[in-house]
């Protein structure tokens, strides 16, 4: 919309051959929510997909045994075009990436393993989490044995600023489980192509499914962003006149305050004052 922009990306677990049909049980249920009912806020709405495809798949499930128990992963994020921002939602190992301006790739969504919980933690190191032979099994999909009211208890959201340039990777973990960290931010830019995401990750040993979306919102300086630079501009601008203005008037305090003590002094020395001390006052406009 003009507002908004909802990504998602589902990755069936395979178990009686129902992932596939888990997965797109899991994205009608998404299209469902966005062209259905509104929501008072983007939290409820991303919170109804899951809902909805949860309730959605353990229906199936009990309509189709043939197809086994039924499971997905499932990653979404909402772009909020005015407000320069993004929510993202998860559960299971389907990955959400923010590639930023300066280059730095970041991953805001946690596995639902205990291997990437403890990557998450930083307990284990990159290296060590892509070595590890166990640990990987998943603890929370879309078709789990809780009721759909509850799902939202196992969802995982967040929520981030954008900048200019900053681009969004959703991908499943057949991509990004044989790249590394490395190789990823290598690979990303905001001129990337997908194929070559796609054939790297075959040629590092990749069978799984593999599915993606690079997306590169048009971020542009809005006016309210120009009205704060230009306010912090008369701060840092105040600033300097205050302090330049406070430094006169220190030296001029530092001036009088000599006068002062001059004029002490000599009131010490004169016979009058030798049984008694005259304090003079001076009086300007710097208070003194």
């Given at each position: 919309?003009?507002?908004?922009?909802?990504?998602?990306?589902?990755?069936?677990?395979?178990?009686?051959?129902?992932?596939?049909?888990?997965?797109?049980?899991?994205?009608?249920?998404?299209?469902?929510?966005?062209?259905?009912?509104?929501?008072?806020?983007?939290?409820?709405?991303?919170?109804?997909?899951?809902?909805?495809?949860?309730?959605?798949?353990?229906?199936?499930?009990?309509v189709h045994p043939e197809y086994g128990k039924m499971r997905t992963t499932g990653a979404v994020a909402c772009i909020d075009r005015k407000n320069h921002s993004l929510r993202w939602f998860s559960i299971g190992d389907s990955a959400i990436y923010l590639f930023s301006k300066h280059r730095k790739l970041q991953k805001l969504t946690i596995e639902d393993t205990d291997i990437g919980i403890l990557l998450a933690q930083g307990k284990i190191s990159h290296k060590a989490a892509s070595r590890a032979t166990i640990g990987h099994e998943l603890n929370r999909w879309l078709g789990m044995n809780v009721h759909p009211d509850a799902i939202d208890n196992y969802v995982r959201t967040g929520y981030i600023e954008l900048h200019k340039q900053d681009s969004i990777l959703l991908c499943t973990d057949g991509l990004y489980s044989k790249l590394s960290f490395k190789q990823l931010?290598?690979?990303?830019?905001?001129?990337?192509?997908?194929?070559?995401?796609?054939?790297?990750?075959?040629?590092?040993?990749?069978?799984?499914?593999?599915?993606?979306?690079?997306?590169?919102?048009?971020?542009?300086?809005?006016?309210?962003?120009?009205?704060?630079?230009?306010?912090?501009?008369?701060?840092?601008?105040?600033?300097?006149?205050?302090?330049?203005?406070?430094?006169?008037?220190?030296?001029?305090?530092?001036?009088?305050?000599?006068?002062?003590?001059?004029?002490?002094?000599?009131?010490?020395?004169?016979?009058?004052?030798?049984?008694?001390?005259?304090?003079?006052?001076?009086?300007?406009?710097?208070?003194?």
């Open positions: 919309t003009d507002e908004y922009i909802w990504l998602g990306v589902f990755d069936g677990v395979s178990e009686g051959g129902g992932g596939a049909v888990a997965a797109s049980v899991a994205s009608e249920s998404m299209n469902a929510v966005l062209t259905g009912s509104s929501f008072d806020s983007v939290l409820d709405t991303g919170f109804a997909i899951f809902r909805r495809a949860h309730a959605s798949i353990l229906e199936m499930n009990m931010s290598r690979l990303i830019s905001n001129e990337a192509d997908p194929e070559i995401l796609i054939k790297s990750a075959i040629q590092s040993g990749s069978e799984d499914d593999i599915s993606l979306i690079h997306a590169i919102p048009d971020i542009k300086p809005s006016s309210t962003l120009i009205s704060l630079k230009l306010v912090l501009a008369s701060m840092i601008l105040m600033f300097a006149c205050g302090f330049f203005s406070g430094t006169y008037v220190h030296y001029r305090m530092k001036e009088s305050t000599g006068e002062m003590r001059h004029i002490l002094r000599e009131g010490e020395k004169s016979e009058e004052s030798t049984d008694s001390l005259t304090i003079f006052k001076t009086e300007g406009n710097e208070g003194i």
